[in-house]
């Protein structure tokens, strides 16, 4: 080769060694005092320790240590944290002196170590302390970890259900920064905690624990427990939600089904303390309820889906019942309901009527009789809807009488029919004129 061409490698092969030199491990320690190596033989008088440390882009300037160190004596020093280099200068009996460290040329003759007494500092970013945790559900663990001199892979993560510092692996051998995908326990608590431990090359070790972490497995129920009926589009429906797990509830929606549970949509939110709702229908029908509870810890109960036993239903009915007379009076008789105008007191009679209404109370229908404007009397009452009413001709003293009919649905709406014609009631037979026309 060259001498040309050997010159020209020169430099790329210096940059090789300062780069094999650069990936040297360095020792890590975490003491407070290091004894270094040193030569004891008969010839020699003293040592002194000299060294330098490193600010993190170079080397400082020598200095040396305050007492000289007999041929005997070890080669002991306090040292602060740091990265150090230091170098032995020995005196020997002849009074020769080796170099001092500034004009030394072999890098063995130094020796370098990173002296780092202060643990990781560790930061968990999630969960949070206090956090409230589905149990069953994944939940990302996310960390940091800063420290000059950290050990990769190096955190283990730990848990503990109870607060009382017994902790269980959850995961080892992770990175320095990073996530984990942590499957929570089922078993729930209020004081679990989540430790994060980092370990550095000196052998210190840094935790961060998020603690009273609470954990929930159990997803609230509710349901609408009333009213069954109502005459009113405007309602407000009775609830009855509950919350067996510690997190508490978050929210909760009504789910309103028109057409008996093939669809669903969603109704109005419900409020704390979420006793009651209020709901308006858009029109009469009967309606189906679901209520979908949400805890704190993110647990809910099932959207609906179809008709099921643990939902409600509620008939809206604003109509009344309607009531038609089979006669314009009202009033027929009792036997072969043949149609008169007339009657005499104690004479049985009936009144026929037809009712009708989606949702009839059982005995819906009473029947009234007004001798008196503007005054009526019960005829009888809590009859049903598919019989004629029979009853005697009352004795009155006035000869003219009117029936009237009313009838009450399930949400006591109520119809009636007035007689648009009256009936006569006789109580004597009036004499006729005497003598020859």
Do not use: C
């Not at 300037?61 to 305050?66: A, E, F, I, R, V």
């Not at 930061?123 to 990769?152: C, F, H, Y």
Request: proline share 5%; hydrophobic share 40%; glycine share 8%.
């Amino acid at each position: 080769m060259s001498r040309v061409r050997l010159f020209a490698l020169l430099p790329a092969l210096a940059a090789g060694w300062l780069a094999a030199a650069d990936v040297v491990e360095v020792p890590v320690l975490n003491k407070t005092d290091v004894t270094l190596r040193s030569r004891d033989d008969g010839d020699v008088q003293s040592k002194d320790l000299w060294y330098s440390r490193h600010d993190g882009t170079q080397w400082g300037q020598w200095q040396k240590h305050s007492l000289p160190f007999g041929r005997e004596d070890a080669v002991l020093w306090s040292v602060p944290e740091g990265r150090w280099r230091t170098y032995v200068q020995y005196t020997e009996i002849s009074t020769l002196q080796s170099p001092a460290p500034a004009q030394v040329t072999d890098a063995g003759l130094f020796t370098e170590f990173v002296i780092d007494r202060t643990s990781p500092a560790v930061v968990i970013q999630n969960p949070a302390s206090q956090a409230k945790l589905r149990g069953g559900n994944k939940v990302t663990i996310r960390w940091g970890v800063e420290d000059l001199n950290m050990s990769p892979d190096s955190v283990t993560i730990e848990y503990a259900r109870a607060g009382d510092g017994r902790f269980d692996a959850v995961a080892k051998g992770l990175a320095n920064s990073g996530t984990f995908e942590w499957l929570v326990p089922t078993d729930m608590t209020i004081s679990g905690a989540v430790r994060v431990t980092a370990t550095d090359k000196a052998g210190n070790v840094g935790s961060k624990e998020s603690t009273q972490l609470l954990i929930d497995s159990i997803a609230p129920s509710g349901r609408v427990t009333g009213p069954t009926i109502s005459a009113n589009l405007s309602n407000v429906l009775n609830l009855q939600i509950a919350d067996a797990g510690p997190a508490g509830l978050a929210s909760a929606r009504l789910m309103v089904s028109q057409d008996n549970g093939q669809t669903w949509t969603e109704g109005p939110v419900i409020e704390a303390p979420y006793s009651s709702v209020k709901w308006v229908a858009e029109r009469d029908g009967r309606f189906r309820f679901a209520v979908v509870a949400v805890d704190q810890a993110g647990n809910s109960s099932p959207s609906p889906r179809g008709a099921t036993d643990d939902q409600s239903v509620i008939l809206v009915d604003t109509t009344k019942p309607t009531v038609v007379l089979a006669q314009a009076n009202g009033v027929v008789e009792a036997e072969g309901m043949k149609p008169r105008t007339a009657f005499r007191d104690g004479v049985r009679a009936a009144v026929q009527f037809d009712v009708k209404d989606v949702a009839l109370a059982a005995t819906p229908v009473t029947v009234w009789i007004s001798t008196t404007p503007g005054k009526w009397e019960v005829l009888g009452e809590k009859l049903a809807s598919d019989a004629a009413f029979r009853f005697e001709i009352p004795a009155t003293a006035s000869r003219t009488a009117r029936i009237k009919v009313t009838a009450v649905d399930q949400a006591g709406n109520v119809g009636e029919v007035i007689a648009p014609q009256t009936f006569i009631i006789a109580t004597e037979v009036k004499a006729g004129p005497a003598g020859l026309e």
